[in-house]
């Protein structure tokens, strides 16, 4: 075939559009998790409040804000993966296509918010619970949540932040752990370890510890 200046040029040309194309691609690929984590941050507002603060009503919705990312992130899994029985997040996590890159983006954000805890426990609680969980209760071989949860209750990578938690909703995942939470104890799941913990602490007591980190900033 004859190489003209004509076909240099042409070649040339479509070269340049390929590698554009492909830049162009690139970036897309690169910012769509980013884009698909806007409109499902969207989705959980709409129950979780603006500021991820919780919202307590007839159905109390947990605090997202602060909330570790690794913890947020296996929560996610675990909806999706029905390891966790509560339909309402199952459907969005399914529905909507949470991939791992879309998870990771949604728990960053709710890491990155820090509002005001919204109390709502009983203030007299909150001495008791403090000692509860700075402590523990040797005599029901209860360990002080602080040995896990970290002294100001902020967690760390796996273990989930409890600080400024809406106190219905620590109620009534302690009061019923095997049922709320501890559907995945076969499986590689932390929170399996809370199932004998919670099995050993009483109605007041758990009152109180709800109490004492609804109020913890």
């Known amino acids: 075939m004859k190489v003209t200046p004509q076909s240099v040029f042409l070649a040339a040309t479509l070269a340049t559009a390929l590698v554009a194309a492909g830049h162009a691609g690139g970036r897309h690929r690169a910012v769509a998790p980013r884009e698909a984590a806007g409109s499902k941050v969207d989705y959980c507002k709409d129950c979780h409040g603006l500021s991820g603060q919780g919202y307590r009503g007839y159905l109390t919705m947990p605090r997202l804000a602060g909330q570790q990312s690794e913890y947020i992130e296996s929560q996610l899994r675990n909806f999706a993966e029905r390891s966790r029985d509560r339909d309402i997040f199952i459907n969005m996590a399914r529905v909507h296509g949470l991939s791992p890159e879309t998870r ?5 954000h ?3 918010l820090d509002p005001p805890p919204m109390g709502g426990g009983p203030r007299n609680l909150v001495a008791t619970g403090q000692k509860i969980f700075q402590e523990g209760i040797p005599e029901a071989n209860v360990p002080a949540c602080s040995a896990c949860h970290g002294p100001d209750a902020k967690g ?3 273990i989930p ?6 106190y219905p909703y620590t109620v009534r995942q302690l009061s019923g752990w095997s049922k709320e939470r501890g559907q995945a104890a076969a499986k590689d799941d932390t929170t399996a370890v809370m199932t004998s913990i919670s099995h050993g602490l009483t109605p007041p007591q758990i009152d109180a510890i709800a109490a004492y980190l609804s109020y913890l900033r």
């Open 104 to 108: 990771s983006a949604v728990a960053s």
């Open 110 to 112: 709710f890491k990155g």
């Open 156 to 158: 760390e990578a796996a």
């Open 161 to 166: 932040r409890l600080a400024g938690q809406l």
